[in-house]
């Protein structure tokens, strides 16, 4: 089945304690972008990858780190994470470069992150 | 820069009654137009897309967006919702090319009542 798989599905931390969201897919897509979900909001994005070792910062990377070494993976990495990035996160993955603005994202089920 | 307005945090509706979901954007270069929803405790789906051609796009579960160009609108329609269809919608625009990032909406909520 194609999917975009993320781990942990919840996640309770404390300030400054690193952690790592993992995103996998299956799909062989050439793109992958990680978003946060707040009430009011909506979906802001975090950091997206064309390819691998290819990476750029979307429209709110403060506090967060990316890398594709792989193309299937594209973990989002907290290094000190505080508690105003208590979010839910999405992970997603499109087509390819040529086609990745018209092609739809798919997304994974989300990861609620805590940071108390 | 591009961004989307949907102006309905919330829509209650009575089932098989029909639903409008607004969304306005705005950009100064052409966009491609999407609508995904979103399930309790689920990832974002897409819905349908307005990429060319027709201004007039649908969904396979009965909804409908019409591209304005004039109004930068991108409207959702449905002329008979149901109890399923209680979910969180979104609208979002990329630019046709450039910069390859995703503009979403707040999300608009909607409560089909039986």
């Known amino acids: 089945e194609a999917q975009v798989t993320q781990n942990p599905r919840y996640l309770i931390t404390v300030t400054g304690k690193k952690l790592t969201v993992t995103c996998s897919q299956n799909m062989n897509h050439e793109y992958m972008s990680w978003y946060r979900q707040d009430p009011g909001l909506g979906l802001r994005q975090i950091y997206y990858s064309m390819n691998v070792e290819v990476t750029d910062k979307g429209d709110v990377p403060e506090g967060y780190k990316v890398s594709r070494k792989e193309k299937r993976n594209f973990p989002l990495i907290l290094e000190s994470p505080s508690p105003n990035q208590t979010s839910l996160y999405f992970c997603?993955?499109?087509?390819?470069?040529?086609?990745?603005?018209?092609?739809?994202?798919?997304f994974g089920n989300g990861t609620r992150l805590t940071v108390t | 820069a591009q961004s989307v307005t949907q102006l309905d945090s919330q829509v209650p509706v009575f089932e098989e009654a029909p639903v409008e979901l607004r969304c306005n954007y705005s950009s100064s270069v052409s966009v491609y137009l999407f609508w995904y929803v979103q399930y309790p405790n689920q990832g974002l789906q897409l819905l349908l897309k307005y990429l060319s051609g027709s201004t007039l796009v649908e969904s396979i579960n009965g909804f409908e967006a019409e591209f304005n160009k004039s109004q930068t609108s991108f409207h959702l329609r449905k002329p008979s919702v149901h109890i399923s269809d209680t979910a969180e919608y979104f609208c979002a625009v990329t630019r046709t090319s450039g910069t390859y990032k995703y503009i979403f909406g707040t999300g608009t909520r909607l409560k089909v009542l039986a």
């Open positions: 997603a993955s499109s087509l390819g470069t040529r086609s990745v603005l018209s092609s739809p994202l798919h």
